[in-house]
């Protein structure tokens, strides 16, 4: 869970949604 502030859900191309 190591992201930039970014939409939670909306870019979930990303590794944001661990």
């Not at 190591?2 to 590794?15: K, V």
């Amino acid at each position: 869970m190591q992201y930039t502030i970014r939409p939670a859900r909306t870019d979930n191309h990303t590794h944001n949604n661990s």
